[in-house]
């Protein structure tokens, strides 16, 4: 299984931005299917964005045009750049990999933005 590390989360007002990391194991990384999760408190886990192997994205409606997910094979890290900030993206953001039909999670990063 694939082991993930998420990092950057954190407090910030709205308008504001963060950037999460998600460091991942193994030596295919440019082949896993990667993405964003996020829980808020009380709701069900949601895609937030995705990126395949080959770079195509898509996200979730309600972060279009603000969160810019990626990722730099080189360096094994999934990025999500999250721009304009609002109180209802509040919640814990998990890292996850699909590879060769397996899932895996990390543990999941804070974000918190205040209004």
């Known amino acids: 299984q694939v082991q993930l590390v998420e990092s950057g989360g954190g407090l910030v007002q709205a308008g504001g931005s963060l950037r999460l990391s998600c460091t991942a194991s193994g030596r295919t990384f440019s082949s896993y299917a990667m993405g964003w999760f996020r829980q808020a408190p009380g709701k069900q886990r949601e895609l937030v964005a995705r990126?395949?192997?080959?770079?195509?994205?898509n996200y979730a409606d309600s972060v279009k045009g603000r969160f810019t997910i990626s990722r730099d094979n080189a360096k094994n890290t999934l990025l999500l750049q999250m721009n304009s900030l609002k109180p209802e993206d509040t919640a814990v953001y998990y890292c996850?990999?699909?590879?060769?039909?397996?899932?895996?999670w990390g543990q999941g990063t804070q974000v918190t933005v205040s209004s």
């Open positions: 990126i395949t192997g080959g770079g195509s994205t």
């Open positions: 996850h990999a699909v590879v060769v039909g397996e899932t895996s």
